[in-house]
Structures are given as structure tokens and as C-alpha cells.
């Protein structure tokens, strides 16, 4: 038997981690995945499942979102007493959670428990950096800046739009290697540097940007932001309409809630204007000041923890019965948020 507690918001440290986990199970047979969430499942369903022996796998593997929701102490003690039993070493409980703590009696339960923070923005960098040099290019830091702006500060999110700036390119260079015409100054006749790299111009990350970020979270808060109600739901509408996830749409304003709050910080101790703290919390381009400036001006800490409980409160509707009416659901949240801000 196995435990661990693994919180904080860098999710692709984190969900690195749980594979981690998975595959070591996995070296000794198949493994069953089970999978709750702490506010939708009684503690009695997890623990049912942790002692049921299992018919078809050597090995069990039992993981719970969400689980700072977990909040009544009789399913706190029951959790944390199946830590402290000695059982199958081939079971493991993994409890997951954003927050950076759970309920104050996890605190006695017999596991290994990890805080996976948000990087630094120096971190971010050079994050990037290294992961566009494993796929054989090369960036400079204002397409760094410009990316980090518009991507939720985890590796998870880093790692999928980095990916899919990279294919972008390769298409974009496959569809001109049709026509015929001279190397940048500098560069061989491959498009590549002497080091052998393929440089990521800034003209290409924009190209990327406006292709595929037409509409986006980042574009809604703009509206919300701006209290724009009507253009808000255009926004959602378009996303929607072209299947973008709709618990996506939630975590990239939840994303961007969190750093509307580090910028209500600057404004109280007076650094709204200082450009390295500004910079620090990934504001660097005019559009992403005036956008943070707008929502300032709609939204003080209060209230701004009151959209990031509306969002979760959303964000667990959408995994309940009623998601079949996703569309009204995006539509009642946005109401809501922009009805939380100052008219």
C-alpha cells in the first residue's frame, strides 16, 4: 500500500509524477485505474474500492481530484486511517489537488505528499528554451515574452501550445519550400543556423498567434475585462463552436483571475508601473497591461475571489448531470462574472 498527496498548480510536474507512478506499477503486471473526485464521491466509494481485490490486474491504482473538497472529518479518518494499514503494496492511493493544502487532518495521514509550485518567470524562460533547443530550434527572448503571456504559467499547457507552435511552422515551411527564394542574411540555404537550429522569427510566433488564438480565454477576459457582456458570449460562442473544451475555457480565466489578483498586489503596494514587476508576473506587451488595467478597474481582491469560486462552482456543474446543457451553463457563468465586477 501506497500513498501520496500531491498539490500545487504546476500541472505537468504534477501529472508527470502520477505517470511516474503508473508505469512503475505497470513493470510488475497490469495495473486498474480508478479515478474520483473529491467533492462528487463519499470517502466510503474510495475506500471501497482501495480494499476490493481486484479479479483481472496485479495492481491498483486509485486517484482523487480534487481533493482539498474533501472537507468532513469522518471522511478525513477514513482515508487517513487506510494510510496507516498495512495492505496490498500493489495498491496506491494518489490524492490530487490545485491548492496548496488539503484539510487540516490529511495532516496525519501516512503518505508521501509534494507541493508542485508555479514557476518563476525566469524559470518559465528558460523552460522554454531548452524545450525548443530538444526539438532543434531556436528562440530569442521577445518571442519568449510574447508567448508567456498568451500560455497558463504550468508546463502542461507550455508543453501542448509549444507543440503546436512547432507544427505550425513545419507547415508553414513545408507549404513554402514550393516556391523558391533566398536565405535570410546569415542563414544557410536550409533556413537553418550554423549551429544546425531552425530560428522561431517573431513575424512566425504572431502568424501562429493570430491563426490559431482568434478566439481564446485570453481573448474573453479582454471582453470580460472591458465588461463587454455581448462580445463575452460572441467570444464563448465562437470557442464552443469549434469544440474547444469547455472546462479548458474555465482554466484558462481561473489562469487568468490568479494573475489579475498579482496585479491587484502591484496596484496596492504601488508597482503597477514598475516594468521588472510587471514582467515577473508575465505582463510585458501594451495589449496585456491595458487588459489587466481594465479589469483593475472592475475588480478588487474580493471580487476577484469570487469569479475563482464561480469558476469552480462551473467547472463542477460541467461534470454533473446537468452538462448536457453546456452552452447554458457558459452562458449563465459569463453573466455572472462580469455581473461580479463593478459597472
Not at 474555465?250 to 516594468?275: Q, V
Request: charge should be negative; aromatic fraction near 8%.
Amino acid at each position: 500500500m501506497s500513498a501520496y498527496i500531491f498539490l500545487g498548480q504546476e500541472l505537468g510536474k504534477k501529472q508527470d509524477a502520477v505517470t511516474a507512478i503508473k508505469e512503475k506499477l505497470k513493470k510488475n503486471g497490469s495495473a486498474e485505474e480508478f479515478t474520483f473526485y473529491g467533492d462528487e464521491s463519499p470517502a466510503g466509494t474510495i475506500i471501497d474500492t482501495l480494499q476490493n481485490q481486484g479479479l483481472f490486474a496485479d495492481s491498483k491504482i486509485v486517484i482523487v481530484k480534487n481533493a482539498e473538497a474533501i472537507k468532513k472529518k469522518d471522511e478525513i479518518d477514513q482515508l487517513v486511517s487506510w494510510t496507516k494499514t498495512d495492505s496490498d503494496e500493489n495498491t496506491v492511493l494518489i490524492l490530487l489537488s490545485d491548492e496548496n493544502r488539503l484539510a487540516a487532518g490529511f495532516a496525519n495521514a501516512k503518505a508521501n505528499q509534494q507541493i508542485f509550485y508555479e514557476m518563476f518567470e525566469n524559470e518559465k524562460k528558460q523552460w522554454l528554451k531548452d524545450f525548443f533547443k530538444r526539438e532543434g530550434f531556436s528562440i530569442d527572448n521577445d518571442c519568449i515574452d510574447t508567448i508567456l503571456e498568451l500560455i497558463e504559467n504550468n508546463t502542461e499547457a507550455l508543453k501542448r501550445d509549444c507543440f503546436n507552435l512547432i507544427n505550425f511552422i513545419k507547415a508553414q515551411t513545408q507549404a513554402g519550400s514550393q516556391t523558391a527564394g533566398k536565405p535570410a542574411a546569415g542563414l544557410p540555404a536550409n533556413g537553418l543556423t550554423s549551429s544546425g537550429m531552425q530560428t522561431i522569427s517573431h513575424s512566425e510566433v504572431e502568424k501562429w498567434l493570430s491563426h490559431n488564438r482568434e478566439e481564446s480565454a485570453f481573448t474573453l477576459f479582454s471582453r470580460i475585462a472591458a465588461g463587454d457582456l455581448t462580445r463575452a458570449l460572441e467570444s464563448l460562442s465562437v470557442m464552443l463552436a469549434a469544440k474547444e473544451s469547455a472546462s479548458g475555457i474555465l482554466a484558462g480565466l481561473a489562469w487568468c483571475f490568479r494573475k489579475l489578483a498579482d496585479y491587484l498586489t502591484l496596484i496596492d503596494s504601488g508597482s503597477e508601473n514598475n516594468s521588472f514587476e510587471l514582467k515577473k508576473i508575465g505582463l510585458s506587451s501594451p495589449k496585456s497591461k491595458n487588459d489587466y488595467l481594465a479589469a483593475s478597474r472592475r475588480y478588487n481582491s474580493d471580487t476577484v475571489e469570487e469569479c475563482l469560486a464561480l469558476t469552480a462552482h462551473y467547472d463542477l456543474l460541467l461534470r454533473s448531470p446537468v452538462a448536457v446543457m453546456e452552452k447554458i451553463l457558459m452562458d449563465r457563468y459569463i453573466l455572472a462574472i462580469i455581473s461580479a465586477g463593478r459597472g
